[in-house]
């Protein structure tokens, strides 16, 4: 098609919606063949209206959809345009879970997915880790014990493990073990509160962190080996929670 030259969409509804998504799927690409840099302007609606090459509906309901995938969006006024923009990792997060709920993942699904992610996970963090790393690991099993000692039982075990995630340099590694992780534990407090009503919830999230603190100290320590077995077993221990 030639630069400037606007498709038509008809009177279909189901073409232009078709249309709309591979104008945006060309939008996305440009952003990410230029760096994905944050707060730059792709251009105008008149500009980029041309540059694609189509009717200001389909452009409009591409931008919908671009701005939907937190890749960019549509800055009005004076000097405005399409502006690239940074993803919101607790919306993409949020999403996967739905999805894995939705695809009715199961117990032993999601325990074998954590176990290989968070396995991998422990090796990468020991091999790569820093003094600034050594210290936020501190901070992070500090702050459990804190909680913990104020009978806090759910919701900050996962800040242990996402900070070991963190630690790898691997985004990959750090989005889904968080997303695992959250859902994990979401399903231990189902099954507390319906199959289990009588879980002694004090005594297991105290076991939690003393898991926590020797994974910690074998990462610290350099020894990738014994903390995959450490988090293995802890894994485990957490698998027999929730059968």
Partial sequence: MAVGQKTSTAND??????????????????????????????GSEPELIERYGVSRAVFREAVRLVEHHQMASMRRGPGGGLVVTEPDPGVVRHAARVYLRHAEVTREQLFEARMALELAGVVAAAERLTED????????????????DEGVTLGHARNVHSVIAELTGNPAISLFVEVLTQLDEEMVQQSWDTEKPGVDTAESASASHEAHEAIVSAIIAGDAPLAQHRMRRHLQAISELIE
């Avoid at 998504?21 to 302007?41: L, S």
């Fill in 13 to 42: 509804g189901r073409g232009g919606r078709r249309l709309a998504e591979t104008v945006a799927a060309r939008i996305e690409k440009d952003i990410i063949a230029g760096g994905w840099r944050t707060g730059t302007i792709l």
């Fill in 133 to 148: 790393g050594i210290g936020r690991l501190t901070e992070s099993l500090s702050t459990e014990q804190q909680l913990v």
